[in-house]
């Protein structure tokens, strides 16, 4: 493991973010909103820090190993978490403590959308800006995003996109070339966004908020310009551009691609996760839908449109809301945040476990009832018609356990900070798989909550969107060893 080069990409990365505070610094310039001040010093600080990563390492050329990629990766995601707290903290408006500032950074960059600040309509535009990119950055990957422009700076990016994307997946390589592959995906992203923001100005959003929502809709991050979220705009077209656009961003972006270059839709039937996926999608919708208007919560239409977009937003773990879900009883906010623990497929800007692990956890469930009942029988599991090995059970296993006792052991700590069982239950899932949105003392927002409190979710927000091993695993003796 070579910590001079990784010190070297860090630093390379952290200018390169520093970059992308010139769009709110643009816009705070131009409206003059007082901002200036606290964008531009956020931005110097940054670029500094990351030259003085990179300036003592700029010659030093080694090959990246596999623990280089998972070094970088946690350690970018970390500081850069921190680093992006300083526009929030050094802006006047918002009387961020660092705690609050640091859980409002990762919760954007994470894609979690879960926000400490209230007053949302009266904060200036270029603020708002700025976290919807974070999370408009953190939805792609800020490594997968890097692995297209590193190479041009002589840094290879295969160990980088092996440490963002673990676990089991279908062929990430959709070109032969990792830096190819990178792009493909960014641009697929893009193009989606545009689709989106288009969508959204069409149906009656500012240009402003069309753009902003596009942001969080696609990263399926959930943050909004409004406290209200996408209830401001009390349209029900609006609710229905963000479920289409929410789907769309829960399915694997490299379906996407192919079926673009096929120019054909049935990459999407053929694909056993995206139909496992769309057949749970559709039970949680089904029964929501149902027990609204079986209990008279709403009348059939606004059963049908409310039900469809809240759990679209929650199983998507996108985190958007409107005032009618607080009408709603417990038992379905509860069994949509359940189903969020799955998120959606593998290479999707979801959080959560992912369905191919879902579906990989109920295969091999069936396959052992068949075991019991044909001892002998030599019974394989299949995705399609593919096999899948042994070691892939066993990790999906592995990871389906430290998920489970990750989660039970914040639970237990966010307790032990004061706040009720399902306050800490909803924050614990709201931030382990990136959701942002609450129940009990955090179902407005999550400023109510100790510092304490915020830094363990700030904490479980990262563990969440690297998926748990890619962090976990710098906290292991044999990691360190030579």
């Not at 240009?207 to 009390?234: C, E, M, N, P």
């Not at 038992?331 to 959080?351: D, H, N, V």
């Not at 018609?385 to 592995?398: D, E, I």
């Not at 899932?429 to 942002?436: E, T, V």
Request: net charge positive.
């Amino acid at each position: 493991m070579h910590l001079s080069v990784s010190f070297r990409i860090l630093g390379i990365l952290l200018m390169l973010f520093s970059t992308v505070l010139l769009i709110p610094l643009l816009m705070a310039v131009f409206e003059a909103d007082h901002t200036v001040a606290g964008f531009g010093s956020a931005m110097g600080i940054i670029f500094f820090s990351g030259l003085v990563m990179w300036f003592p390492a700029r010659n030093v050329s080694h090959e990246l190993r596999i623990r280089d990629g998972f070094l970088v990766t946690s350690m970018f995601w970390t500081v850069l978490g921190l680093f992006g707290a300083l526009p929030l903290l050094l802006t006047d408006a918002l009387h961020l403590t660092p705690a609050g500032a640091i859980f409002e950074s990762i919760s954007g960059l994470t894609s979690t959308g879960g926000t400490v600040i209230v007053g949302l309509d009266n904060l200036p535009r270029s603020i708002l800006i700025y976290r919807q990119l974070l999370q408009w950055l953190g939805g792609i990957g800020i490594i997968v995003v890097a692995v297209a422009v590193l190479p041009m700076l002589g840094i290879g990016g295969m160990q980088l996109y092996k440490a963002e994307t673990p676990g089991p997946s279908k062929d990430n390589k959709l070109t032969p070339r990792i830096t190819e592959t990178a792009k493909a995906l960014f641009t697929v992203y893009l193009a989606i966004t545009l689709c989106c923001a288009g969508a959204y100005y069409a149906v009656g959003m500012s240009g402003f908020d069309a753009i902003a929502h596009s942001f969080s809709t696609v990263s399926l991050g959930g943050f909004s310009t409004h406290d209200d979220s996408l209830g401001y705009f009390k349209s029900d077209a609006v609710l229905v551009v963000a479920s289409i656009f929410m789907f769309i961003s829960s399915i694997n972006f490299g379906l996407h691609f192919t079926a673009w270059r096929r120019r054909s839709v049935l990459v999407y039937r053929k694909d056993s996760e995206t139909r496992f996926y769309c057949g749970a999608l559709l039970v949680c919708i089904a029964t929501t839908v149902c027990c609204l208007i079986l209990w008279q919560i709403h009348g059939h239409r606004d059963s049908i449109l409310h039900g469809l977009f809240h759990v679209m937003s929650i199983v998507t773990t996108t985190g958007f809301s409107t005032a009618n879900l607080a009408l709603w009883p417990l038992a379905l906010p509860i069994m949509a945040i359940f189903f969020s623990c799955m998120g959606g497929c593998a290479g999707s800007t979801t959080g959560g476990i992912k369905a191919m692990r879902v579906m990989l956890i109920a295969k091999q469930g069936v396959r052992e009832l068949k075991q019991l009942v044909h001892p002998q029988a030599i019974i394989p599991l299949k995705v399609g018609n593919t096999r899948v090995p042994a070691t892939v059970v066993s990790a999906v296993w592995s990871f389906f356990a430290f998920y489970t006792s990750t989660f039970i052991l914040l639970l237990v700590l966010l307790m032990l900070t004061g706040q009720d069982f399902i306050t800490s239950f909803a924050a614990v899932a709201a931030s382990l798989n990136n959701m942002g949105l609450g129940l009990g003392g955090v179902a407005a927002n999550f400023g109510s909550l100790s510092e304490s409190a915020k830094y363990i979710l700030s904490f479980a927000m990262l563990l969440g969107r690297l998926e748990i091993f890619t962090l976990l695993v710098l906290f292991t003796p044999a990691f360190w060893r030579l």
